[in-house]
């Protein structure tokens, strides 16, 4: 079972909790959605609203889900959901049932889909969407090092809910 709580009340740090632990994006409804490892994403305050901003490239078979859908979620796992976390990072949903071949039960929530067995889910609203330019880059090593021309797309998302494992 889940409670809500509100994001102020969350004992994670933000940057572990992306860079660290990982977590699973998902778009989309029950019938129609799409699950993808991140682990590059931020948390905080814009436009006097509680935000959180995820980076995807457009080759994902996610970011059709995104395009597609209002909101999305993030599934935040414990530990042992590490492998499950490496199939979501590394396999698309263009070719593998993920839910079904990670055994991850999915869970209908405020924004869309998420996982049942999550420790902490973050509901999310669309508020921006924005390319990275290439001219926009100030440190130029970053492109070499990390595209080959596949800019992410920036999602800006109103957290709307939060929920953690009672
Ligand atoms: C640890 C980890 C973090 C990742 N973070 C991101 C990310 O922030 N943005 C992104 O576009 N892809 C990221 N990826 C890659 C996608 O998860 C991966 O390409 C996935 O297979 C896409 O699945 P899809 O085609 O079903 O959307 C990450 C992968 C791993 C393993």
Redesign the pocket.
């Known amino acids: 079972m889940f409670k809500k709580i509100l994001i102020k009340d969350l004992k994670e740090n933000a940057v572990s909790l992306f860079d660290d632990r990982?977590a699973l994006l998902t778009s989309g409804d029950k019938d129609s959605y799409?699950?993808?490892?991140?682990?590059?994403?931020m948390m905080g305050e814009l436009w006097n609203k509680d935000v959180c901003t995820?980076?995807?490239?457009p080759q994902?078979?996610?970011?059709e889900f995104m395009e597609k859908n209002d909101g999305f979620t993030l599934s935040i796992f414990p530990e042992e959901y590490r492998k499950a976390?490496?199939f979501?990072?590394?396999?698309?949903?263009?070719d593998y049932d993920?839910a079904k071949e990670t055994g991850l039960v999915p869970f209908k929530c405020e924004q869309g889909i998420a996982f049942e067995q999550a420790e902490i889910i973050i509901n999310c609203k669309k508020l921006y969407v924005q390319d990275m330019k290439e001219d926009c880059f100030l440190d130029k090593s970053i492109i070499d090092k990390c595209y080959n021309g596949d800019f992410?797309r920036i999602y800006v998302g109103e957290i709307t809910e939060v929920l953690i494992k009672e």
């Not at 799409?34 to 994403?41: A, D, E, I, L, Q």
């Not at 994902?60 to 970011?63: D, E, G």
Request: proline letters at 0%.
């Open positions: 990982w799409n699950t993808m490892t991140v682990s590059w994403g995820v980076f995807v490239r994902r078979y996610t970011y976390l490496s979501c990072g590394s396999k698309s949903g263009r993920k992410h």
